[in-house]
């Protein structure tokens, strides 16, 4: 029998009790057991909602006003995170959204998984949260006749420019603000969606932890890319640890940000760096974890849950470029990496 939601779009929840977080960072309230997900909310919370839309199993809506405060609440510390959509809980502590990961992995395998009363160890968070992100990738636009480059707006495709971001690694910031600059100044025109015209769609940009490689990708919808030498020349010479350019071609429409034709402008095809000790090679289309400090926690547990002998054969399915996969090789037999994209 199909439910009929309790309430309708435009109505007012006048006292909302938030009870929970979703995967992406809404907070839920519940009307006769009907969840309404509201951005900002947090749990714990209360206050007045109204409803934008309504679904067949569930709505969302708008935090109109707050009655009360969680005691994880913090003022974001990101100047523009009320505009960009690059992050969702960044007006809540770094403890409690450790303490709303490790909850929603509970909740995931009670309800899909059906297993109840299995341990969940809490999460092994950061000592310092930010400015770990190794991997850079913004749209680029036109606005005001000016070139701009930065994450989108929330649930807009409105970029919202900007000129540092405080969890990606500060080279990143640097390196994005050169080749916008650059671009700038050579007159090369941002893409436009609207129209499909234009020539640059994305700056992407990587950093090794380890090694300090830089590699700078530029997306375009043309293969040929304007003033090619002249932004090869420029890069070169105001980029420090800049091991490698590459011009990837997207002429579709498009939300993907990568396309097909991959090609080496300057440098070499890939950067280096290592997890432990192991040493990887990592290509502009290579999966890699963006946060490598973070990832040899992570696989140093695995490594030890995993308790290998000498003698286990592994298979790591969808290995990427094979980061677990090599970790594991230390300890194991025999490892058996399973990825379909030739490029990892």
């Known amino acids: 029998m199909k439910r009929i939601a309790p309430i309708t779009k435009n109505e007012y929840i006048e006292e909302a009790h938030f009870e929970d977080l979703t995967h992406d960072g809404n907070g839920v309230t519940k009307v006769d057991g009907f969840p309404i997900f509201v951005p900002d909310a947090l749990p714990g919370e209360t206050g007045r909602v109204k409803v934008v839309k309504v679904g067949k199993g569930f709505g969302f809506g708008r935090l109109v006003e707050r009655h009360s405060d969680s005691p994880f ?3 974001p510390p990101c100047p523009i995170y009320s505009e960009c959509g690059g992050c969702q809980i960044q007006h809540m502590t770094y403890e409690g959204q450790l303490q709303a ?3 929603n992995v509970r909740d995931v395998l009670e309800r899909i998984g059906k297993l109840r009363d299995l341990p969940v160890h809490p999460v092994l968070g950061m000592e310092e949260p930010w400015r770990y992100r190794n991997k ?3 749209p680029v636009g036109l606005q005001d006749g000016r070139l701009v480059a930065g994450f989108y707006q929330k649930r ?3 970029i919202i420019d900007m000129d540092h971001c405080i969890i990606q690694y500060e080279k990143n910031d640097e390196v994005i603000q050169k080749v916008k600059d650059l671009c700038a ?6 893409y436009n969606e609207q129209s499909h015209k234009g020539v640059l769609r994305h700056i992407m940009t990587r950093t090794a932890f380890t090694t300090g490689e ?3 990708v530029i997306v375009t919808r043309t293969k040929a890319l304007p003033h090619k030498e002249e932004l090869i020349k ?3 010479q105001s980029i420090s640890g800049l091991k490698s350019i590459v011009h990837n071609v997207n002429g579709k429409r498009t939300n993907v940000i990568m396309g097909d034709d991959t090609r080496v402008l300057w440098g070499g095809e890939v950067i280096h760096d290592s997890i432990g000790d192991v040493k990887f090679a990592i290509s502009a289309r290579s999966f890699y974890q963006v946060n490598p400090e973070q990832t040899k ?3 140093d547990q695995a490594l030890a849950y995993a308790d290998l002998q000498g003698e286990e054969t592994v298979i790591d399915a969808y290995c990427g470029i094979g980061t677990i996969s090599l970790f594991l090789a230390q300890k194991a037999k025999k490892v058996y990496g399973v990825e379909i994209v030739p490029q990892a």
């Open 73 to 75: 609440r913090q003022e």
């Open 101 to 103: 990961k490790e909850k």
């Open 136 to 138: 850079a990738q913004v």
């Open 156 to 158: 807009s495709h409105e």
């Open 185 to 190: 100044d050579l007159g090369i025109q941002p």
């Open 214 to 216: 830089v590699m700078v």
């Open 234 to 236: 420029g890069l070169t």
């Open 297 to 299: 926690v992570l696989y």
